[in-house]
């Protein structure tokens, strides 16, 4: 079945690396039209993600997409993707603030052709201040957050997250951002420029973090697998793994100390309250340390799941999609590919009940649907071959 949720929106897609083809993904899947904007073949291909074209990076990210190639520096070019404006609902690109403006593709340009337009631009820095013309990817952006500053263990240094957090929120946000102005455009008929950056997106991950700094003045410090807030809540070493706790709050102590068999605990005067264990983490991890080794994970998590408190082995990636419950959820999704035979991909996030998402169409060859989507435009195959003889195509 063919999604349809959003099959009335057209996305033009200027983007690049991460960031951006995440945020178009989430209107591509539920359907929109989303036309890729790719450099002509004698322009290279640019910098292509992990394994290039035919690489699980962009076979994943841009799916159910068509691909064109227009080079924006040549008037002809700019022509068409102007004539593509008038048929689209978004624009999203994530080029340097001042890129946009040297090719004409601005937001006062673009709604200056379709006042209805929406523009969306993805940014390191954000448009305007001191680094706005900086590049910046997503580790620098974990740094420069100060997620890199909570993430790892005491006295170990920073330690960037393991996956490109900054990149992928920037991507969600900006896509929230689009459906909150194409909501907004049916009372007022008009679009607006939505704007994000992978320096608001990892401030944004930060939350309680930042905010205790907001608030209180302090710095908050690394603390390892442990809740900076919240223990017993961290990561156990069992006699065949590793498994995290979650445990948090009087009650729930009470009940993890008897599915660990550990009753005189709760006496325990270092560890009573919430705040005093926080306080003696190093001691409280010590004696847990030596109970969970008793007994496999598997043990473990059936034990502590008895009691109702939060837990779950941890997983290579292998065995993230080995797991029953992941399996049931349709995490990802295997397709057909013409030159790749059968991939699997990650599926959509968030599940629909009437109107689902789907992945129906591999990702495109560099200019696949250039001949396809010109000619619905209106143009001639000679305009067509005019274009390719100029090298705008």
């Given at each position: 079945m063919s999604p349809n949720a959003l099959s009335r929106f057209r996305v033009l897609d200027l983007t690049r690396a991460r960031?951006?083809?995440t945020c178009v993904k989430q209107f591509a899947d539920f359907g929109a039209d989303v036309i890729r904007i790719e450099s002509p073949p004698h322009l290279g291909e640019g910098m292509l993600m992990a394994g290039g074209r035919l690489g699980f990076d962009m076979q994943n990210l841009h799916r159910n997409t068509r691909s064109i190639?227009?080079?924006?520096k040549t008037e002809s070019a700019k022509a068409i993707f102007y004539k593509l404006v008038e048929t689209a609902d978004v624009v999203v690109e994530n080029f340097r603030p001042d890129v946009k403006d040297r090719l004409g593709i601005d937001y006062v340009k673009l709604k200056s052709i379709n006042p209805k337009i929406i523009l969306a631009s993805i940014s390191g820095?954000?448009?305007t201040g001191p680094y706005s013309k900086r590049p910046l990817f997503d580790q620098t952006a974990q740094g420069l957050s100060g997620l890199m500053s909570v993430t790892g263990e005491p006295g170990r240094g920073p330690m960037r997250v393991g996956a490109a957090v900054t990149d992928m929120t920037a991507g969600y946000l900006s896509a929230l951002g689009i459906m909150t102005a194409l909501?907004?455009?049916?009372?007022?008929?008009?679009?607006?420029w939505v704007q994000s950056s992978l320096?608001?997106?990892?401030?944004?991950?930060?939350?309680?973090q930042a905010v205790k700094y907001l608030?209180?003045?302090?710095?908050?410090?690394?603390?390892?697998?442990?809740h900076p807030t919240s223990m017993p809540t961290s990561c156990y070493k069992c006699a065949n793994g590793y498994i995290n706790v979650a445990c948090s709050g009087e009650p729930m102590w009470l009940k993890f100390c008897e599915a660990i068999e550990k009753p005189e605990l709760k006496n325990d005067s270092r560890f009573v309250m919430e705040q005093d264990r926080v306080i003696n983490r190093t001691s409280l991890n010590e004696v847990l340390g030596h109970v969970f080794l008793t007994n496999s994970k598997d043990h473990w998590v059936t034990r502590l799941n008895e009691y109702g408190v939060p837990c779950a082995p941890i997983y290579n990636v292998q065995e993230v999609f080995e797991d029953p419950q992941v399996k049931a959820q349709n995490i990802s999704v295997t397709m057909d590919h013409p030159k790749l035979g059968s991939v699997t991909l990650l599926n959509q996030g968030v599940k629909l009940s009437r109107t689902p998402s789907a992945v129906t169409r591999v990702a495109p060859e560099l200019g696949q649907h250039t001949q396809e989507v010109l000619t619905s435009l209106g143009y001639s195959s000679n305009e067509i071959q005019s274009f390719k003889d100029q090298k705008a195509i």
């Open positions: 960031a951006g083809p190639t227009l080079d924006l820095f954000g448009q909501l907004e455009r049916e009372l007022s008929g008009e679009g607006q320096i608001q997106a990892g401030i944004s991950l930060m939350d309680f608030m209180t003045g302090k710095i908050p410090e690394q603390v390892g697998n442990d």
